[in-house]
Structures are given as C-alpha cells and as structure tokens.
C-alpha cells in the first residue's frame, strides 16, 4: 500500500512504516501547494497528514476516490468532515494521550506568563526601559486559590485541572458534553453550566475538541460576563474565540489577559493589534511540540497506518 506523508515527521514513524514494508511518498518541499498535496493524495492508499492546513471535504473525496484511510499527526480531526469520510468507510486515526503532557503544559505555562505580566516584562528589558524597581508599576496577580474553569475535560483537561490543583491549590470547575467523574473524585472538580463557567473562573482554559458549531463560543457576550481579573487560555483551535471581542475585551481592560497557543487564522500575521497588547502572549501552536510527544505521535500515526494496511482495526480511531 502507498502512505502519502505530506510534511515531515520524526524518523520513528517512518522506521515503522518501513519495517512493515509500506511504500513511502513524500514530497522533497517543506511547505508543498494545495496543487502537490493533491496530486499526491490522488496516488496514496492512506494519508499520514501532518497540520490543520488540509481540508478534508466532501470535494476531496471525490478527487481522491482510491483512498482508505487516513492517520492523523493530531488529537484534533477538525479538518475532516467525519460524516463524509464514515459514509464512505474511510477510517481516521488520530494521537490523543501522547501529547495532553505537553498540550497542557503549555497552558500552564501561558497562564504565568499573563498573570505576571511576562511579556510586557521581557520586552521592558530588552528595550532598555528598566529603570528602577517600582513597588507599582504593572504588578501581577496570584494563581494561589483561584478558580479554574475547564471548557473540555477530556484527556488535556485533566492534565491542566491537576497540575492547576497540586501546584495553586485551585479550585476547579468545568463545563463538558458528560461528566468527568475521575476529575470530580480525584480533583473535587465541579461541573458547572456555561454560563457559571464564565461568570465564575478567574482563568478559563479551553481544551474540547473544536467543531464549526463552536465557533465564536467565546465572544462580546461571553467576555462581558467575565471577571476582570480573568486569564484566558486557548490552546485547543483558534475558532473557539472571536478574535475581534477578544481584542475589545482586553483592550478595554474588560478582562485581565489572554495566553494563545491557537489563532484562526494560523499563522497569526505578525500586524495582528492582538500583538500590541501588554496582556497578551500569543505562541506558535507549540502544544505537542516537545521530543517526547513528537515522537509518540509519529509512533500512533505509524501504527495507525500499519493496523489498517494489515486489515486491522486502528489502535486510535474517531470514527469507528
Ligand atoms: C493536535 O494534536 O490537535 C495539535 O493541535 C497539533 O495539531
């Protein structure tokens, strides 16, 4: 069988790709044009897809109607239209586990960096703006005791609800499609509607999986019910906040700050007025981007195409 891999990925996953006798195609570009991925994926059996740039649609389908299968290098499959890929029995794998360290560490990290106000801080030094101590200027608050509210306590969620509770003692609240019961027993956290989630948390941080229906779930009507001290954290899709309400809300001081490892679009453009903000720390959707998640991603997605090219089941699948 022919694996499409359209970007690179660490050499494990391609090891085992091999070991099992698979026929690799790649594309010698780092960044190939819709045109080479679609060519491309009109050769495979089986895409192993690397990024959210490729839309996996009804149209796509029908240009590529020799594929089976395709293994994601994500947790996230918001870019394929599962109803279609399941009405044509198309199974698509996916990577959770191996990256909710990570993921969620990285919200952990944003969540410092806007309560202490890092980035103003870093850039006060770099521009030779330290002038003396001052027992004022721009203090931080404190993560010690506050409430984190968790929108999607799945795998990430948990991660983030439990270093939040042994590192600050936070108290944890979240809004989910079902409850987490390991959550509620193991970190006492609380299940609360929506609407309590944004009235009630001092930092919220997102961590569902992103659908189009959830577009703008965070916007000019969520921010102005918020605390002012509230941290916003997105580190799932950028699509889940409406940029614009969130650039009035921090802006205005109507909120504390936000810690973005997601923007819709990606890349964010470096003009973006989000930038100019004090109390905002955008990264590059660096969540899994560490050697240990990395690699055990490259390793499921391997499997993922191995189990289906032997006839088997996927080890991680969304839609069987
Ligand atoms: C994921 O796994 O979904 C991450 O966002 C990386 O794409």
């Known amino acids: 069988m022919k694996v499409f891999i359209n970007k690179r990925i660490p050499q494990i996953g391609i090891d085992i790709l091999k070991e099992n006798n698979l026929e ?6 780092e960044n190939p044009s819709r045109e080479e991925w679609l060519e491309n994926s009109k050769q495979a059996d089986i895409i192993l897809n690397v990024g959210g740039k490729n839309k996996y649609n009804k149209e796509f389908f029908d240009n590529c109607p020799n594929l089976k299968a395709i293994a994601l290098f994500s947790v996230g499959f918001d870019q394929v239209d599962i109803a279609e890929a399941t009405k044509r029995k198309i199974p698509i794998g996916n990577t ?3 990256l909710s360290r990570a993921t969620s560490d990285v919200a952990f990290l944003l969540m410092q960096m806007v309560s ?3 980035n103003y801080n870093i850039e006060k030094v770099k521009s030779g703006n330290w002038k003396d101590f001052d027992a004022l200027e721009e203090l931080g608050q404190e993560l010690y005791g506050k409430t984190l509210g968790v929108f999607g306590l799945g795998r990430i969620g ?3 609800a439990e270093k939040c509770k042994a590192a600050f003692r936070m108290n944890i609240i979240y809004h989910n499609r079902s409850h987490n019961e390991q959550a509620e027993k193991e970190l006492e956290a609380k299940y609360v509607t929506f609407d309590e989630l944004v009235k009630e948390s001092d930092i919220i941080s997102i961590h569902a999986n992103y659908t189009s ?3 703008d779930t965070f916007n000019k009507e969520t921010f102005e019910k918020m605390k002012p001290n509230l941290i916003f954290i997105n580190t799932a899709r950028g699509g889940f906040h409406n940029e614009k309400d969130l650039f009035e ?3 205005s001081g109507k909120i504390w700050g936000a810690g973005l490892d997601v923007t819709n679009p990606e890349p964010m453009s470096n003009e973006n007025p989000l930038l100019q903000l004090p109390n905002v720390c955008v990264l590059p ?7 240990e998640a990395r690699n055990g991603m490259a390793r499921l997605a391997a499997e993922n195409v191995v189990a289906f090219s032997k006839g088997e089941k996927m080890p991680t699948c969304v839609n069987s």
Not at 24 to 29: D, G, K, P, Q, V
Not at 285 to 291: D, N, Q, V
């Open 285 to 291: 959707h660096i969540g899994s981007a560490t050697i």
């Open 158 to 160: 948990f991660e983030i």
């Open 213 to 215: 229906e959830q577009a």
């Open 249 to 251: 809300a921090l802006e």
């Open 24 to 29: 690799i195609i790649t594309l010698e570009t």
């Open 116 to 118: 202490r106000k890092v």
């Open 96 to 98: 959770p586990d191996v």
